[in-house]
C-alpha cells in the first residue's frame, strides 16, 4: 500500500510536533483521482476532522489517515524526504493516482477507465483528443465525453462507433454500449471541420 520513509515519518512528525495539537496526524488523499489532473496530498488532519471510514496507519510519531477512496490510487505510494543544503524535499509518488491497477475485482467503471487512459487516448491524442468516462448507467451503457480535437470532430461519430465502442466491448463483455455527451456544437480546436 502505502510507505512513508523513515526520514519522511521524522519530518512529518516534527511537522504534526509544530502544531501543537493533541492528536493531530497527517491526511492523504487523492484530488480527482483516476483522471490526467489527480493529484496526491498530504495534510493536517485535526482530530475533529478525522474520518470513521479513513484506513489509519500509526507511523513513528503520528497517524497517518488515508481516505478511503483514494486507496486503490495511492497503491504502491511512496512518500519520502531528502536532506538537503538549503532545507529538504518531501516528494510523493503514486504512480496510479491518475489512473489505478485494475484485477479480476475492479468495478465496471475502473475497467472502463483504464481502457480509455491505456488503449484508446493514445490513439486520440495524435489528433489533439481524448475521451473520458463521465458514468455507467443502470443499463450498463458507458457514457462518454471527448475532449479536445474530438471535440465538435466531424468524424466523432466514426470514433465512437467504430474505434471506442468496438475496443470497450471487445475487452469488457458487460458493457452494452457508449453515449456520447459531448456538446459537439463548439468546433474550435476539432481535428476535422
Given at each position: 500500500m502505502v510507505t512513508v520513509s523513515e526520514s519522511a515519518q521524522s519530518y512529518l512528525a516534527q511537522l504534526v510536533n509544530n502544531q501543537e495539537v493533541e492528536g493531530m496526524g497527517v491526511r492523504m488523499f487523492v484530488t480527482q483521482p483516476g483522471t490526467?489532473?489527480?493529484?496526491?496530498?498530504?495534510?493536517?488532519?485535526?482530530?475533529?476532522?478525522?474520518?470513521?471510514?479513513?484506513?489509519?496507519?500509526?507511523?513513528?510519531?503520528?497517524?497517518?489517515?488515508?481516505?478511503?477512496?483514494?486507496l486503490p490510487f495511492l497503491d504502491e505510494a511512496f512518500v519520502d524526504y531528502a536532506e538537503e543544503k538549503m532545507g529538504g524535499q518531501l516528494t510523493i509518488k503514486a504512480p496510479n493516482a491518475k489512473m489505478p491497477k485494475i484485477d479480476e475485482n475492479s468495478t465496471l467503471e475502473e475497467r472502463i477507465a483504464y481502457i480509455l487512459v491505456t488503449d484508446i487516448n493514445p490513439g486520440l491524442a495524435s489528433h489533439g483528443g481524448e475521451v473520458s468516462l463521465v458514468e455507467l448507467t443502470e443499463?450498463?451503457?458507458?457514457?462518454?465525453?471527448?475532449?479536445g480535437g474530438c471535440q465538435?470532430?466531424?468524424a466523432v461519430s466514426i470514433t465512437l462507433k467504430d474505434g471506442v465502442e468496438k475496443r470497450l466491448l471487445e475487452v469488457i463483455p458487460d458493457l452494452k454500449g457508449v453515449q456520447d455527451v459531448t456538446d459537439h456544437t463548439n468546433t474550435e480546436n476539432a481535428y476535422y471541420k
Amino acid at each position: 500500500m502505502v510507505t512513508v520513509s523513515e526520514s519522511a515519518q521524522s519530518y512529518l512528525a516534527q511537522l504534526v510536533n509544530n502544531q501543537e495539537v493533541e492528536g493531530m496526524g497527517v491526511r492523504m488523499f487523492v484530488t480527482q483521482p483516476g483522471t490526467k489532473f489527480a493529484e496526491t496530498c498530504l495534510a493536517y488532519c485535526q482530530p475533529d476532522d478525522f474520518v470513521d471510514d479513513d484506513e489509519v496507519v500509526q507511523l513513528e510519531g503520528f497517524k497517518l489517515f488515508i481516505e478511503k477512496k483514494s486507496l486503490p490510487f495511492l497503491d504502491e505510494a511512496f512518500v519520502d524526504y531528502a536532506e538537503e543544503k538549503m532545507g529538504g524535499q518531501l516528494t510523493i509518488k503514486a504512480p496510479n493516482a491518475k489512473m489505478p491497477k485494475i484485477d479480476e475485482n475492479s468495478t465496471l467503471e475502473e475497467r472502463i477507465a483504464y481502457i480509455l487512459v491505456t488503449d484508446i487516448n493514445p490513439g486520440l491524442a495524435s489528433h489533439g483528443g481524448e475521451v473520458s468516462l463521465v458514468e455507467l448507467t443502470e443499463d450498463n451503457i458507458a457514457v462518454l465525453r471527448f475532449g479536445g480535437g474530438c471535440q465538435g470532430c466531424s468524424a466523432v461519430s466514426i470514433t465512437l462507433k467504430d474505434g471506442v465502442e468496438k475496443r470497450l466491448l471487445e475487452v469488457i463483455p458487460d458493457l452494452k454500449g457508449v453515449q456520447d455527451v459531448t456538446d459537439h456544437t463548439n468546433t474550435e480546436n476539432a481535428y476535422y471541420k
